[in-house]
Protein backbone atom coordinates (compact mmCIF):
# COMPACT_ATOMS: atom_id res chain seq x y z
CA UNK A 1 0.00 0.00 0.00
CA UNK A 2 1.37 3.71 -0.92
CA UNK A 3 1.81 6.26 1.97
CA UNK A 4 -0.28 8.37 0.52
CA UNK A 5 -2.77 7.43 -1.91
CA UNK A 6 -4.76 9.77 -4.37
CA UNK A 7 -7.37 9.71 -7.12
CA UNK A 8 -4.95 11.05 -10.17
CA UNK A 9 -8.11 12.77 -11.82
CA UNK A 10 -8.26 14.59 -13.71
CA UNK A 11 -11.42 16.31 -12.64
CA UNK A 12 -12.86 18.37 -15.08
CA UNK A 13 -15.39 21.13 -13.48
CA UNK A 14 -17.25 24.57 -15.10
CA UNK A 15 -16.18 27.93 -13.83
CA UNK A 16 -17.72 28.59 -10.22
CA UNK A 17 -18.19 24.47 -9.22
CA UNK A 18 -16.99 23.28 -6.06
CA UNK A 19 -15.03 19.96 -6.24
CA UNK A 20 -13.78 18.04 -3.30
CA UNK A 21 -10.54 15.66 -3.20
CA UNK A 22 -9.78 13.27 -0.64
CA UNK A 23 -6.63 11.28 -0.08
CA UNK A 24 -5.71 8.45 2.47
CA UNK A 25 -2.54 7.91 4.26
CA UNK A 26 -0.94 4.91 5.92
CA UNK A 27 1.31 5.79 8.95
CA UNK A 28 -1.48 6.46 11.74
CA UNK A 29 1.56 8.14 13.56
CA UNK A 30 1.41 10.82 11.11
CA UNK A 31 1.27 14.34 12.51
CA UNK A 32 1.76 16.88 9.88
CA UNK A 33 -0.46 17.48 7.03
CA UNK A 34 -0.45 19.46 3.97
CA UNK A 35 -1.84 20.46 0.78
CA UNK A 36 0.53 22.07 -2.23
CA UNK A 37 -0.26 23.14 -5.35
CA UNK A 38 2.05 22.31 -8.55
CA UNK A 39 1.63 23.69 -11.78
CA UNK A 40 2.52 22.33 -15.19
CA UNK A 41 6.68 22.16 -15.34
CA UNK A 42 6.80 24.47 -11.91
CA UNK A 43 8.04 23.27 -8.85
CA UNK A 44 5.31 22.20 -5.55
CA UNK A 45 4.04 25.26 -3.61
CA UNK A 46 1.93 25.06 -0.19
CA UNK A 47 -1.24 25.68 -0.81
CA UNK A 48 -2.09 24.80 3.04
CA UNK A 49 -1.47 23.25 6.07
CA UNK A 50 -4.13 20.54 7.37
CA UNK A 51 -5.11 21.31 11.14
CA UNK A 52 -7.15 18.72 13.56
CA UNK A 53 -10.04 20.75 13.65
CA UNK A 54 -10.52 21.96 9.75
CA UNK A 55 -9.19 25.26 8.67
CA UNK A 56 -10.40 27.76 5.49
CA UNK A 57 -8.60 29.79 3.52
CA UNK A 58 -10.83 31.60 1.23
CA UNK A 59 -12.17 29.53 -1.22
CA UNK A 60 -10.67 26.54 0.02
CA UNK A 61 -11.59 24.27 2.58
CA UNK A 62 -9.18 21.81 4.12
CA UNK A 63 -10.30 18.53 6.86
CA UNK A 64 -8.93 15.64 8.36
CA UNK A 65 -9.90 12.82 9.89
CA UNK A 66 -7.72 11.13 12.10
CA UNK A 67 -10.08 7.85 12.81
CA UNK A 68 -10.32 6.77 9.05
CA UNK A 69 -7.04 8.49 7.87
CA UNK A 70 -8.05 10.69 5.65
CA UNK A 71 -7.49 14.35 4.53
CA UNK A 72 -9.86 16.32 1.94
CA UNK A 73 -9.77 19.30 -0.05
CA UNK A 74 -12.99 21.85 -0.74
CA UNK A 75 -12.73 24.46 -3.22
CA UNK A 76 -15.85 26.50 -3.94
CA UNK A 77 -16.24 28.79 -6.79
CA UNK A 78 -13.52 27.29 -8.92
CA UNK A 79 -11.63 29.58 -11.12
CA UNK A 80 -9.75 28.63 -14.44
CA UNK A 81 -6.57 29.68 -12.66
CA UNK A 82 -7.47 26.45 -9.90
CA UNK A 83 -6.21 24.33 -12.74
CA UNK A 84 -3.43 22.42 -11.30
CA UNK A 85 -2.32 19.02 -9.92
CA UNK A 86 -3.06 19.28 -6.00
CA UNK A 87 -0.41 17.16 -3.51
CA UNK A 88 -1.75 15.57 -0.63
CA UNK A 89 1.17 15.49 1.82
CA UNK A 90 2.50 14.13 5.30
CA UNK A 91 4.93 13.74 7.75
CA UNK A 92 6.42 10.11 8.31
CA UNK A 93 7.68 10.56 12.35
CA UNK A 94 8.49 6.60 12.45
CA UNK A 95 11.03 6.68 9.41
CA UNK A 96 12.81 9.76 7.19
CA UNK A 97 12.05 12.66 8.88
CA UNK A 98 10.67 14.31 5.36
CA UNK A 99 7.49 14.53 3.82
CA UNK A 100 5.81 12.02 1.56
CA UNK A 101 3.74 13.02 -1.37
CA UNK A 102 1.01 11.81 -2.90
CA UNK A 103 1.04 11.72 -6.50
CA UNK A 104 -1.28 14.15 -7.13
CA UNK A 105 -5.13 15.20 -8.39
CA UNK A 106 -5.24 16.83 -11.31
CA UNK A 107 -7.71 19.90 -12.20
CA UNK A 108 -8.67 21.17 -15.12
CA UNK A 109 -11.81 24.11 -14.77
CA UNK A 110 -13.50 24.76 -17.80
CA UNK A 111 -15.11 27.95 -18.91
CA UNK B 1 13.73 36.78 -2.23
CA UNK B 2 16.05 33.57 -3.49
CA UNK B 3 14.80 30.64 -1.41
CA UNK B 4 16.02 27.31 -2.75
CA UNK B 5 18.39 27.88 -5.98
CA UNK B 6 18.93 24.82 -8.10
CA UNK B 7 21.57 24.30 -11.04
CA UNK B 8 21.42 23.86 -13.66
CA UNK B 9 17.54 24.13 -15.06
CA UNK B 10 18.29 21.41 -17.81
CA UNK B 11 20.52 19.13 -19.10
CA UNK B 12 21.21 16.56 -21.39
CA UNK B 13 23.34 13.37 -20.56
CA UNK B 14 24.85 10.39 -22.28
CA UNK B 15 24.46 7.35 -20.42
CA UNK B 16 27.83 6.76 -18.16
CA UNK B 17 28.84 10.13 -17.50
CA UNK B 18 28.14 11.88 -14.23
CA UNK B 19 27.25 15.19 -13.08
CA UNK B 20 26.24 17.12 -9.67
CA UNK B 21 22.88 18.76 -9.30
CA UNK B 22 23.87 21.99 -7.32
CA UNK B 23 21.19 23.57 -4.52
CA UNK B 24 21.64 26.31 -2.40
CA UNK B 25 18.85 28.06 0.01
CA UNK B 26 18.95 31.20 1.59
CA UNK B 27 16.49 30.49 4.56
CA UNK B 28 18.82 29.41 7.22
CA UNK B 29 16.71 25.81 7.20
CA UNK B 30 18.45 22.85 8.80
CA UNK B 31 16.74 20.40 6.95
CA UNK B 32 17.09 19.74 2.97
CA UNK B 33 16.22 16.97 0.72
CA UNK B 34 16.20 15.74 -3.27
CA UNK B 35 13.45 14.66 -4.49
CA UNK B 36 12.70 13.34 -8.34
CA UNK B 37 9.67 13.17 -10.14
CA UNK B 38 8.12 10.99 -12.96
CA UNK B 39 4.77 10.90 -14.61
CA UNK B 40 2.10 9.37 -12.46
CA UNK B 41 4.47 8.54 -9.93
CA UNK B 42 4.71 11.23 -7.52
CA UNK B 43 7.33 12.75 -5.91
CA UNK B 44 9.96 10.59 -4.05
CA UNK B 45 12.70 11.26 -2.07
CA UNK B 46 15.95 10.23 -3.00
CA UNK B 47 18.42 10.89 -0.48
CA UNK B 48 17.99 13.77 2.59
CA UNK B 49 19.93 16.15 5.42
CA UNK B 50 18.51 16.46 8.83
CA UNK B 51 21.18 18.31 9.31
CA UNK B 52 24.50 20.23 8.41
CA UNK B 53 26.80 17.26 8.63
CA UNK B 54 24.27 14.65 8.06
CA UNK B 55 22.66 12.43 5.52
CA UNK B 56 20.36 9.85 5.15
CA UNK B 57 18.80 7.87 2.21
CA UNK B 58 15.38 8.04 1.12
CA UNK B 59 13.17 5.93 -1.08
CA UNK B 60 14.64 5.96 -4.13
CA UNK B 61 19.19 6.36 -3.68
CA UNK B 62 20.49 3.72 -5.89
CA UNK B 63 22.84 5.33 -8.28
CA UNK B 64 22.95 8.54 -6.15
CA UNK B 65 25.41 10.50 -3.57
CA UNK B 66 24.60 13.68 -1.74
CA UNK B 67 26.88 16.37 -0.06
CA UNK B 68 25.92 18.54 2.51
CA UNK B 69 28.56 21.29 1.78
CA UNK B 70 27.77 23.40 4.90
CA UNK B 71 24.25 24.62 6.57
CA UNK B 72 22.87 26.27 2.70
CA UNK B 73 24.36 23.51 0.35
CA UNK B 74 22.95 20.23 -0.64
CA UNK B 75 24.51 18.65 -3.81
CA UNK B 76 23.05 15.51 -5.39
CA UNK B 77 25.52 13.45 -7.72
CA UNK B 78 25.13 11.39 -10.88
CA UNK B 79 28.26 9.21 -10.36
CA UNK B 80 27.02 6.72 -13.81
CA UNK B 81 24.05 8.40 -15.35
CA UNK B 82 21.81 5.82 -16.72
CA UNK B 83 18.45 6.17 -18.86
CA UNK B 84 16.18 5.15 -15.75
CA UNK B 85 17.28 8.29 -13.93
CA UNK B 86 15.79 10.91 -16.89
CA UNK B 87 13.70 12.16 -14.34
CA UNK B 88 12.90 16.03 -13.18
CA UNK B 89 14.81 16.41 -9.78
CA UNK B 90 13.90 19.35 -6.99
CA UNK B 91 15.62 20.43 -4.30
CA UNK B 92 13.82 21.39 -0.83
CA UNK B 93 14.38 22.79 2.78
CA UNK B 94 12.60 23.07 5.44
CA UNK B 95 13.10 24.03 9.47
CA UNK B 96 11.48 21.12 11.04
CA UNK B 97 12.90 18.07 10.20
CA UNK B 98 9.54 16.51 8.12
CA UNK B 99 7.42 18.56 10.30
CA UNK B 100 6.82 21.62 8.53
CA UNK B 101 6.27 22.97 5.03
CA UNK B 102 9.67 22.54 2.76
CA UNK B 103 9.73 25.25 -0.20
CA UNK B 104 11.33 23.65 -3.27
CA UNK B 105 13.60 24.98 -6.25
CA UNK B 106 12.21 25.31 -9.42
CA UNK B 107 13.72 22.00 -10.49
CA UNK B 108 16.20 20.50 -12.98
CA UNK B 109 15.37 18.83 -15.96
CA UNK B 110 17.57 15.74 -16.68
CA UNK B 111 17.73 13.58 -19.66
CA UNK B 112 20.20 10.71 -20.21
CA UNK B 113 20.28 9.15 -23.76
Known amino acids: RKEVEQDPGPFNVPEGATVAFNCTYS??????FFWYRQDCRKEPKLLMS???SGNEDGRFTAQLNRASQYISLLIRDSKLSDSATYLC????????????FGSGTRLQVQP | NAGVTQTPKFQVLKTGQSMTLQCAQD?????MYWYRQDPGMGLRLIYY???????DKGEVPNGYNVSRLNKREFSLRLESAAPSQTSVYFC????????????FGQGTRLTVV
Open chain 2, 92 to 103: ASSTGGGYTEAF
Open chain 1, 27 to 32: NSASQS
Open chain 1, 50 to 52: VYS
Open chain 1, 89 to 100: VVNNPTGRRALT
Open chain 2, 27 to 31: MNHNS
Open chain 2, 49 to 55: SASEGTT
